[in-house]
């Protein structure tokens, strides 16, 4: 016997969405912190001393090659081992940063390679320090050409952050959870869950394809 | 617990840990990979309705949390079709499902990326067109789908360990139960990683491996 009815889940939309607006939080601190770690750790990939290299590079080899929820877990429960205690939210938002950074670094490390050598040996040229070089010219331009990639962490992001659900954190997954245990309807919940999520990062990727071309205009190929 | 230490069998359930994770992620990446295959050769056949839906399958599989995919799986099946699907049965479908969406894309690209004035010289030499696809198409497409399927692959390695969340016995389910019995997160947690990192490390090597011997033909000799 089929039945397939999508109204029951009318009541629990305010609910949901409560569990997408937490989705959307953590992302949004996610991401700030990924590309602050991002940052300083393409800074250390592209540094001129092998050994910071090296310490940038065992980072991002770690944490992209370790489960995601092996990461999650060594956070919630290591850190009240060593006297933090702090909720879910907040590990959950580091752990994705840590993780996320990993991926962040990487995009924007080849977005400084792929810097023109010309520009920098024009700064030197000028006689700027290498601090002024750092933050006014190689960031804004490594920044501005990885907006397209960068969306695609966030929108992994995005797609990772329902395995916060695991440490008790009632974002949009976990919220689905307990509507499906209270209406024992778990196939339109997660049917319904599925296309929102594909729906969401597929708004989020065109969002990002508008903002790449809108800081990237000066760069597009002329077209008479 | 009582026993709260770890004791030379915990060395035994990680081993088995490992062997679950392993096995499941081999038998669902051939699984995937075959079926991912198959679609993109429908979609060189360009059958009419099915290529649109198994473009629609494929993108929602690939822009969704697997853990919601397989809660789907898990709880959702069962209650509408009125089946028993244990973990494993689940853990099976799934990850060979979100295999085959991100294989089928690799496929589809590695075969166009194949130019049509080759399929037309076959063509005209009066092959078939599955003689095209299988002597002309096929051996250049496999050197140049190994690099992103092994990167694929590698990814999927550590998305197996999604699975522990229902309940199936795999190497992060093993090392939930040691951190509960032992109370020493640390521990577990980083020889938990550790593992995973080198099953990744081991199957990242192996691509490659199998990459340089793919490409052995268009090597560059030196002059």
């Known amino acids: 016997m089929l039945r397939l009815d999508l109204t029951i889940l009318v009541p629990h939309l305010g609910f949901l969405a409560r569990g997408a607006l937490l989705t959307a939080q953590v992302c949004v601190l996610s991401l700030i912190g990924s590309v602050l770690i991002g940052v300083a750790v393409a800074l250390a990939r592209t540094a001129s001393k092998p050994w910071i290299r090296r310490v940038a590079f065992v980072y991002v080899d770690l944490f992209r090659n370790i489960p995601f929820i092996v990461q999650l877990f060594f956070f919630y429960y290591g850190l009240p081992e060593i006297g933090l205690y702090l909720d879910a939210f907040t590990t959950g938002v580091i752990a994705l940063s840590i993780a996320g950074g990993a991926y962040a670094s990487d995009v924007l490390r080849a977005g400084i390679l792929a810097i023109d050598n010309g520009v920098l040996e024009a700064a030197e040229v000028s006689g700027l320090p290498r601090r002024v070089i750092f933050r006014r010219i190689v960031l804004p331009i490594a920044l501005r050409t990885s907006v397209r990639p960068l969306g695609s962490v966030l929108i992994n992001m995005i797609l990772t952050s329902s395995i916060l659900s695991t440490i008790t954190l009632n974002e949009l997954t976990g919220q689905a959870k307990i509507v499906a245990s209270d209406t024992f309807r778990p196939f339109e919940v997660y049917v319904v869950l599925l296309v929102v999520y594909a729906a969401l990062t597929y708004l989020v990727s065109i969002g990002i394809a508008l903002l790449h071309r809108a800081l990237n205009r000066d760069l597009q190929p002329q077209v008479a | ?223």
């Open chain 2, 1 to 223: 617990m009582r026993f709260s230490e770890f004791t030379p069998y915990d060395l035994v359930l990680l081993a088995q840990g490992l062997g679950v994770t392993l096995g499941l992620f081999l038998v669902t990446s051939l699984i995937g990979a075959a079926v991912g295959a198959t679609f993109a050769v429908i979609r060189f056949y360009r059958v009419p309705v099915l290529v649109p839906a198994i473009t629609f399958v494929c993108e929602i599989l690939k822009n969704s949390p697997v853990l919601v995919q397989l809660f789907l799986v898990f709880f959702g099946f069962p209650s509408l079709l009125h089946l028993n699907v244990t973990p494993v049965q689940a853990a099976v479908m799934t990850l060979s499902a979100n295999t085959a969406a991100f294989v089928y894309v690799i496929a589809v690209s590695a075969i166009e990326s194949i130019g049509r004035d080759q399929i037309e010289a076959g063509r005209v030499f009066g092959l078939t067109r599955w003689q095209v696809l299988r002597h002309v198409i096929a051996p250049q497409a496999e050197a140049f789908a190994i690099g992103p399927l092994t990167a694929l692959l590698v990814n999927q390695l550590q998305v197996t360990s999604l699975i522990s969340v229902i309940g199936v016995m795999d190497l992060a389910k093993i090392g939930a139960t040691l951190n509960m019995r032992t109370l020493k997160p640390f521990v577990v947690w980083t020889v938990v990683g550790i593992l995973y990192y080198l099953a990744a490390k081991l199957f990242a090597a192996l691509g490659a491996r199998f990459e340089e011997r793919l490409r052995a033909h268009n090597a560059f000799r030196g002059l």
